[in-house]
């Protein structure tokens, strides 16, 4: 006779996964499912962070942040966003540094990655390009 499973869990229907795997990228999924085994049954908000997702996932911070604003775009998720952190800068900071533009290469791309962020460095570059022509000259 089969075990009764304690505890909390999400039942996965074969259909949903399909569906699911068809719809999202490879970060998307992992952020969805992660998510739903933290609240499986949906009736209550869970507090987390974007740090701690991407570290127990292995992706990126800001993978995780994207996955998050899609998976509410498609109503899989009900994303409230109640604080963030900030830091303040002068108007005549760098923007990015040599090392932006390598970590931005570096990063591995999903198969099904939207075409817009194939090459992030586009708008690193156009960032720094846009404070270095508002800077006056002495």
């Known amino acids: 006779m089969p075990q009764k499973i304690e505890g909390k869990f999400y039942p996965l229907q074969n259909e949903e996964w399909l569906k699911l795997c068809n719809l999202l990228t490879h970060s998307e999924l992992k952020v969805l499912l992660h998510l739903r085994t933290l609240e499986p049954y949906g009736d209550r908000y869970q507090e987390s962070s974007t740090a701690d997702v991407a570290s127990v996932l292995g992706i990126s911070q800001r993978s995780v942040q994207r996955a998050l604003l899609r998976l509410s775009e498609l109503e899989l998720i009900e994303l409230e966003i109640t604080k963030f952190r900030f830091k303040t800068k002068s108007k005549l900071a760098t923007p990015t540094s040599p090392s932006d533009t390598h970590d ?16 992030d460095t586009h708008v690193a570059n156009a960032v720094r390009n846009a404070v270095t022509a508002s800077v006056p000259e002495r």
């Open 104 to 119: 931005a290469n570096a990063t591995p791309m999903s198969r099904q990655r939207h075409p817009c962020r194939v090459n």
